[in-house]
């Protein structure tokens, strides 16, 4: 399994921007398809975002969707989330995970996961 490190949360103000990080050691992520989650307190799990390796291919969650973007970087192995124009109900943990196969947005789906980073949007 790869592990995953997370960074890059913080507290932000409505309107603000915040960049995600998600390192990968153990083994690199080709042939992962990586994706973001976020959990809110008192709310399930949902998908946010989530990149194949190759080809690159990206998927968003309809509320993020314009305002977010997912991208990497092969020579760190490291996959990010770019977060714009955020608004107070982006606030959550935010976790990566990685799977060996296709694309999903179920994260029972996925086998290894990050630790998690809180995002905070002030409103």
């Known amino acids: 399994q790869v592990q995953l490190v997370e960074s890059g949360g913080g507290l932000v103000q409505a309107g603000g921007s915040l960049r995600l990080s998600c390192a990968a050691s153990?083994?690199?992520?080709?042939?992962?398809?990586v994706g973001w989650f976020r959990q809110a307190p008192g709310k399930e799990r949902e998908f946010v975002a989530g990149?194949?390796?190759?080809?690159?291919?990206?998927y968003y969650a309809d509320s993020v969707r314009g305002r977010f973007a997912i991208s990497r970087d092969n020579a760190k192995n490291t996959v990010y989330l770019q977060m714009n124009r955020l608004k107070p109900e982006d606030t959550a943990v935010y976790s990566c995970?990685?799977?060996?196969?296709?694309?999903?947005?179920?994260?029972?789906?996925?086998?290894?996961w990050g630790q998690g980073t809180q995002v905070t949007v002030s409103s």
């Open positions: 995970a990685a799977r060996q196969g296709p694309s999903s947005r179920a994260g029972a789906d996925f086998g290894s």
């Open positions: 153990g083994r690199t992520f080709s042939s992962y398809f």
């Open positions: 990149i194949s390796w190759g080809p690159t291919y990206t």
